[in-house]
């Protein structure tokens, strides 16, 4: 089943596919009480209204620990350019925070906004998935970054 998110004034929507959604937790359950991440994929509806993530992406050179985790770069511009050639774009990025809560963190805001205001990666929106908690009780939060602002999308 697709996980459903939707902005207040129902402007953004994002859609996790069911396979993507059981990979990001598949990760989450490997590094269980270390945090962990990746890219998110996707594409967009032809009015721009709704993001569809199709795939993440954690690079092996990533670094995990308890309490933080650095998104590697390997094999990165390789994927993107791969998947800009069948249609799909990056998005944005995912995060877990084990036995913790799933709201974004201030420094994981910082990154949003820098990803935000990195032309290179031709994302004027990006998208965060926090994962929280664990196995046996996850928790999602998932946002949009504009305009150097947080919108909380919530889950339908």
Known sequence: ??????SANNIYNVIICPDTYDKIISECEKYSNRETGGILTGNYSKD??????????????S????????????????????????GEYYLGEWHYHPNSS???SRWDDIQMIKF???GKLNCPEPILLVIGGNSSNWSLNLY????NEKLILKKE
């Open 116 to 118: 935000l205001n990195n």
């Open 102 to 104: 799933s709201k974004s």
């Open 144 to 147: 949009v970054y504009k305009n």
């Open 1 to 6: 089943m697709a996980h459903i998110f939707r």
């Open 48 to 61: 721009n209204s709704t993001a569809y993530i199709k795939d993440s992406y954690s690079p092996k050179d």
């Open 63 to 86: 670094k995990h620990y308890k309490n933080k985790f650095f998104r590697g770069i390997d094999g990165l511009d390789k994927l993107i350019d791969k998947k800009w050639g069948e």
